[in-house]
């Protein structure tokens, strides 16, 4: 090799090592002479191991937010989670005794469906038994469509009478006689003394029923009550007692 030939490939070899490094310069730079960022970031894997969604390159800001204690969340748009209860509380309940939705109650106990025993919504009957001797029973049917109470014993006025007869305070029940729609209380009218008294007595042909309140207040009006055509016999001995939930009881007076 000769000396010019020599020197040449030397010359090439340093040229070749200039632009190398040249490259690798420009390489290292962008276009305008600042640094290039690198690939873009992405988030750390979540808690059950899926990759979170990642923001954008460049620091933008991320997309997946979480609404917060309500249990909704968002994935680049709203999702509503149909278990998630919505916080709110309506106020109003179900079931016996309980207030549903607009202060109404299905409980019949309930004072907004109580109303009074009175003669607007009760039907006397009297009927005349064998047993008990010169016994008459009377049955109060409630024909409302709401509870009421029977208190105390009825106001039982026969034709002619001077006043009403007392009642029987033996008889009074351990509670009061509640009725709810279409059911019915008893009473025993004790009409003359079995073995005769010195006061002669007389046959009544009509009668009618009045009510107490519970503060044994007379209520207004009285029920018409049909008797036997031939009319019921009483003396100064009448009692009456106070309203029962079962016939038998009265029966056994």
């Known amino acids: 090799m000769s000396a010019r030939t020599a020197r040449r ?11 190398v ?10 276009g305008d002479g600042s640094k290039d960022a690198g690939p873009a970031r992405t988030s750390s894997p979540s808690a059950d191991g899926k990759p979170a969604a990642s923001g954008t390159a460049g620091g933008g800001s991320q997309q997946d937010t979480q609404t917060g204690s309500t249990g909704k969340s968002t994935t680049g748009g709203r999702h509503t989670d149909k278990g998630t209860s919505s916080g709110t509380n309506s106020g109003s309940t179900t079931g016996k005794g309980s207030t549903s939705s607009g202060g109404r109650t299905d409980d019949p106990h309930a004072p907004a469906n109580r109303a009074r025993c009175d003669a607007s919504r009760i039907k006397v009957t009297a ?3 064998s047993r008990p001797l010169n016994t008459m029973i009377l049955t109060a049917t409630n024909t409302g469509s709401k509870l009421c109470d029977l208190f105390y014993a009825p106001v039982v006025r026969f034709e002619g009478a001077q006043s009403v007869p007392p009642s029987m305070k033996d008889t009074q029940p351990q509670a009061v006689v509640s009725l709810k729609p279409g059911e019915s209380g008893y009473a025993a009218v004790k009409l003359s003394s079995p073995t005769g008294t010195p006061d002669p007595g007389y046959t009544a042909t009509s009668l009618s029923i009045g009510f107490y309140d519970m503060d044994h207040r007379n209520l207004d009006g009285f029920a018409p009550t049909a008797l036997p055509a031939k009319g019921v016999y009483i003396d100064g001995s009448i009692r009456v007692s106070f309203w029962q939930s079962s016939l038998d009881d009265v029966s056994s007076l």
């Open 9 to 19: 490939s030397r010359l090439f070899a340093a040229a070749s090592v200039a632009l």
């Open 21 to 30: 490094a040249t490259l690798s310069l420009t390489a290292c730079q962008n």
């Open 127 to 129: 009927q005349v038994v």
